[in-house]
Structure formats: structure tokens, C-alpha cells
């Protein structure tokens, strides 16, 4: 893999981080303001989030293993 490969994998990785992290703030501020009713949808939403998040760390596990790679 060549460094500018890898640059774009990380990139792409903190792009996906940031965006799941923005969802869940949201999230959360909705989740704040809620009336019982409506905290069942947000959930739903939450889980969403939750899976983006879960979704770049392990792109970021597999850019962990990809530079191990270029050191050995």
C-alpha cells in the first residue's frame, strides 16, 4: 500500500467517525427535549448513529492492521 492509499483510508475513517459522532449529538440533544411518545423513534435513530460509529472503528482496525503491514 502506498502512503497516499493509506491517507485516503484514514481520511475516509475520520470523515466516517465525525459523522457518526454528529448524529449522535443530535441525538442526544433530541433525546433531551422528548416526550415519552417520541423517545422510541429517537432510539431507532440512535441505533443508526451507533452502527456508523461501530462501522469507522473498525475501518480504523483495519488502517491499524494496513500500517503494521508498511512497518513490517
Do not use: P, Y
Amino acid at each position: 500500500m502506498n502512503d497516499a492509499r493509506f491517507l485516503v483510508e484514514v481520511r475516509a475513517a475520520k470523515n466516517a467517525v465525525s459523522e457518526a459522532e454528529g448524529d449522535l449529538a443530535k441525538l442526544l440533544h433530541e433525546i433531551r427535549r422528548a416526550l415519552r411518545a417520541e423517545k422510541i423513534t429517537i432510539s431507532e435513530a440512535l441505533q443508526v448513529a451507533f452502527d456508523k460509529l461501530h462501522a469507522a472503528r473498525e475501518h480504523l482496525v483495519t488502517l491499524e492492521k494496513l500500517a503494521a503491514e508498511i512497518d513490517a
